[in-house]
């Protein structure tokens, strides 16, 4: 079984996530929250039930990444 979650929560610490957005139409999922990242696979959907792994993380990414371009 591949760890799906492990490995996209590592690549969101290791600077890989380009942006991310919430649809209501993901194509076999519906609603969701997709992560796209820089490097492939591009696009990650977490469905709703898993947000609340996500939401502080990436919180806490964009708000290192911000630091990160103002030096």
């Known amino acids: 079984m591949y760890p799906y979650h ?3 929560k590592q690549r969101i610490k ?5 942006t991310y957005f919430y ?10 929250l997709v992560l796209v990242f820089k ?7 977490i469905r709703p039930y898993r ?4 939401l502080d ?3 806490t990414e964009t ?4 630091g990160k371009q103002k030096s």
């Open 63 to 66: 708000k290192l990444n911000a």
């Open 51 to 54: 947000y609340h792994e996500y």
């Open 23 to 32: 649809s209501n139409s993901y194509p076999k999922i519906g609603e969701c």
């Open 6 to 8: 492990n490995k996209i």
């Open 39 to 45: 490097t492939e696979p591009n696009y990650r959907p």
């Open 57 to 59: 993380l990436l919180e």
């Open 14 to 18: 290791n600077g890989e996530l380009k």
